[in-house]
């Protein structure tokens, strides 16, 4: 096979890779092109794999501790480390768009940082997709690191040493009712404002629809400044949005990286995307 090559997609973050199969276990060499080019990219789209659930999690655990899926966890205790994007349930059929679990789904609408609401919060995503919809369902990302960049140097004096309350329950009940069990395995946690990337010491700022509030700050004020840094990174001219591809598997960084689902008509079309996690480090307090 040819050498792994990158192909920039956004100015500010994102890569298109080839020339690398992850179906087969990575070789030092490649381990450690894929942990930089993450680093350097944030968002990175390998095009044509072949994968299954097996070799998706071998390929995952190259990278890190998979992550323990959590809404299948919180409701049952059951674990897992896949989720399902998409409108199709484990016996192969179609849910539409007034199912439970497609209403449910629409919290991934809101622009958001994966796991943010957990202690140690996810470091990337790992994202295969099987089957998409001929029309709608793209997932669009933006760089919190490149927004934190273009802060006013007093902004981000202001900044440092904060520290954001997560709250799964705050973000989704604006959606869809909780499962009791599931609110109560994900009580709110603590977040560092401001995170550094330990390879590369790049900072951005750690925010998303799950970040209800400031710590010692008042409402309004918490929720001003959220919003104001949410609405920097979201602008339009931002934003890399990803149309799926059967075959496509991408990894993104929830570090610095927010994302959202566009919404797709779940009536027409079959969505079937396989999703897992790598487990952060550490907490972002100790960071």
């Known amino acids: 096979m040819s050498a792994m090559s990158s192909t920039p997609l956004h100015p500010d973050f994102g890569a298109q890779i080839t020339g690398i199969d992850l179906s087969r276990p ?14 350097r990219f944030s968002f990175l789209v390998f095009p044509d794999q072949r994968l299954c659930d097996e070799s998706q999690l071998a390929f995952t655990r190259q990278l890190g501790e998979p992550e323990v899926e959590h809404v299948k966890f919180g409701r049952s205790g059951v674990v897992d480390f896949f989720g399902t994007i998409g409108n199709i349930g484990k ?6 768009n007034d199912h439970k679990e497609t209403r449910f789904g629409s919290g991934n609408h809101m622009w958001h940082s994966d796991s943010s609401f957990r202690q140690v919060p996810t470091m990337v995503t790992i994202t295969y997709a099987h089957e998409v919809p ?3 369902g793209q997932t669009e990302f933006v760089s919190c690191r490149a927004a934190y960049a273009g ?9 440092d040493g904060l ?7 705050f973000s989704r009940s604006k959606v ?5 069990s599931h609110a109560a395995s994900l009580p709110p946690v603590e977040q560092r404002l401001v995170r550094t990337n330990p390879s590369t010491g790049a900072r951005n700022y750690f925010v998303g629809s799950h970040a209800r509030s400031i710590v010692g700050w008042d409402e309004a004020a918490s929720r001003n400044l959220i919003e104001d840094l949410m609405a920097r990174a979201t ?3 931002n934003i890399l949005s990803h149309t799926w591809r059967p075959g496509d598997l991408v990894i993104w960084d929830n570090r610095c990286l927010l994302h959202r689902g566009r919404p797709y008509d779940a009536d027409r079309y079959r969505r079937y995307i396989r999703q897992n996690r790598v487990c952060g480090v550490g907490p972002t307090l100790e960071e």
């Open 26 to 39: 990575l070789t030092a060499e490649q381990h450690t092109a894929v942990r930089d080019a993450i680093d």
């Open 91 to 96: 016996d192969g059929t179609q849910q539409g």
């Open 235 to 237: 602008r339009e001219q």
């Open 163 to 169: 520290v954001a309350i997560h709250d799964y329950v």
């Open 176 to 180: 869809a009712p909780v499962d009791p």
């Open 134 to 136: 001929d029309e709608g």
């Open 151 to 159: 802060l006013p140097d007093a902004m981000k004096a202001e900044m």
